[in-house]
DNA sequence: TTGAAAGCGCTAACAA
DNA sequence: TTGTTAGCGCTTTCAA
């Protein structure tokens, strides 16, 4: 399985290996003549340019590292998938790495994409604590963390406006004649869901309405968690709403499953409102209303932020906070 | 961001750089005090070895290639997780393309692929008509096919068994006292599909019952698609059966959404099964009954296999058939 | 046990 | 317009 290489090239066209390294880099400083020849060679060769070897000596890979918690997590591999997308058209390829949300394994695949020599790195971290963790290693290499709101960090970020979204939210609800909307799965480590509950709470406020949370008590958040919150929830006296709005659409899932099992139905006898919009809300039977996060956008920005931070070393840092946007289905009502 | 190299160690640490690389690769050829102060020396200065460098001459990247036909299908990013996983304890990163199932898309996935001189390829195909197209590419480096059955392919590949897996479908049907069952979705093109139908025609064959078979016009697989077909499927006269075996998950959730717009209740009026029980099958309110394809050992089988042709060029190919298991929830009933 | 030097496949500066 | 050569960061003989 012996590659073919320059040099093979060259001695088959019977010229120097420069000279195909000319012809294969689109230089003007070569006759059309030889440029031809040597193309045909490299193609009736099956010749494929060795980008390792490049990559020495151009310091440049044209890999970009993609460090995700979970790909098999759907707002994950939504945004992996117009990454993939977006960086291809522009001759980058992906280095992909789960973290499975563990700071240890964030680090490792830190040190690994380094090794790589990856162009840059777009990290989707965990938590914002992954910032400090990470400090040094954001030094030596462009990154862009995406997905987390970090506000004040001296980083560059893209992330939907969690604040905006959770305001929008409620006053959703608060449309459609809700007055007791649940806040559901407020957590603390993590500035996204601290920002859509302040969102929420900004939102009552101006509303003049009350606002009632019940809190994730779990790390994480997922569809399991979701759903034993949301036994404990309907198992508790006195409960006061005709809507919830979950923090997430995994939470949101979670509920659903929980109120299934209690016969209680969704929209009729609560409103169900989520966050996020993942691939899940638009199935059938599950028609989940949900803040949208713009994947597509937050991709397509994460890439151009990055990118422009390769090819310009001091460019700063930027904060892009994109909008998010109401997406209407079945799973909310008037009241 | 100048990264620290092999030589800023060594004089650092007052040694040469040959002795360094001896340090860190764990040679014996050293003296423990001097391996000592080389890596406190490496510590100190961030020192991350460049695998890009090292590559070059061990003629190894410690890259795999995956290219999938869609990172968000939740089939494939399954898959891709489990994949991730099992290499990374093996020392090897994944380099990830989507192709869209555009064979085209394909193509140049495999040419990125060697360009980058990954180790080996775990390539899910969009249609066993990308063997014949690639390969070339695939005589260049070690690859193993996933998911799709080519047959008497002479290359390596992992897939379940679809016969066998349409087989047990369609014996738990009948054992839940279902007579007439249509098998919803045959495609021509994929040997996978054809195994499908066939395991369903040898099942109603043993068990005595007529097949029925509603044909799948489009060239791929989508609740999108399944939801067009399910409507024509609907509307059409003289429909006689109690089940409905789908040819994939994503089929069967078409059919849902059909059903559901038209009223018609499953279990209660039809049952549903489908086929390889993606994430979404087990969503609250969805509970598809499924033939399951065992995703972790498909993965951890693909990289085993990939791993073997790697370090062992001459070792031939391989078919590793896995067997399915029948995943019951809600959407099938007795009659 | 350590150092010197060749070479992996390529680009780019310099010569011709 | 083309060829020669140095060198990217590393591993690995071969000498010392």
């Known amino acids: 399985m012996k590659n073919v290489t320059i040099k093979d090239v060259a001695k088959v066209a019977g010229v ?11 230089s003007r400083e070569i006759s059309e003549a030889t440029r031809e020849k040597i193309l045909a060679v490299c193609q009736e060769m099956n010749y494929t340019a060795n980008t390792v070897a490049r990559a020495m000596v151009m310091k440049s890979t044209m890999l970009l ?3 995700v918690t979970d790909i098999n997590n759907p707002f994950m591999s939504e945004l992996a998938y117009h990454i993939d997308r977006q960086t291809r058209t522009r001759g980058y390829n992906i280095v992909l790495a789960n973290s499975s949300k563990d700071p240890e394994q964030e ?10 020599q990856v162009d840059g790195i777009i990290f989707c971290p965990s938590s914002p604590a992954s910032y400090n963790m990470l400090k040094d290693y954001i030094d030596r290499v462009p990154t862009v963390f995406l997905g987390e709101n970090l506000r004040d960090i001296p980083q560059s970020y893209v992330s939907v ?23 559901f799965g407020r957590r603390r480590g993590s500035t996204t869901h601290q920002l859509r509950a302040d969102g929420y709470a900004s939102a009552c406020k101006n509303l003049g309405i009350t606002p009632q949370y019940f ?10 968690n979701g759903y034993q919150l949301a036994k404990q929830l309907f198992a508790q006296e006195g409960n006061d709403f005709t809507a919830i709005f979950a923090s997430t659409d995994t939470n949101a899932l979670g509920i659903m499953q929980a109120a299934e099992e209690l016969g209680i139905r969704i ?29 597509k956008m937050l991709a397509s920005v994460a890439v151009d932020c990055l990118l422009d931070k390769i090819s310009n070393d001091q460019a700063g ?14 799973t909310t009502a008037r009241v």
């Open 107 to 116: 680090r490792e695949a830190f040190e690994l994409m380094l090794g790589h």
């Open 215 to 224: 809190n994730n008590t779990f790390p994480t958040t997922s569809i399991k």
């Open 161 to 183: 406006d969690n604040f905006r979204g959770a305001e929008l939210g409620t006053e959703y609800l608060y449309g459609l004649g809700h007055r007791k909307i649940l806040y």
């Open 267 to 295: 929209p009729e006898d609560i409103s169900l409102l989520g966050f996020d919009n993942i691939r899940d809300a638009s199935l059938p039977r599950i028609h989940l209303s949900s803040v949208e996060q713009p994947f």
């Open 317 to 330: 840092y930027s904060h892009r906070i994109l909008y998010p946007a109401l997406k209407e289905r079945k």
């Open 65 to 67: 590292g993609l460090i």
């Open 16 to 26: 120097s290996y420069s000279t195909v390294s000319r012809a294969l880099s689109g």
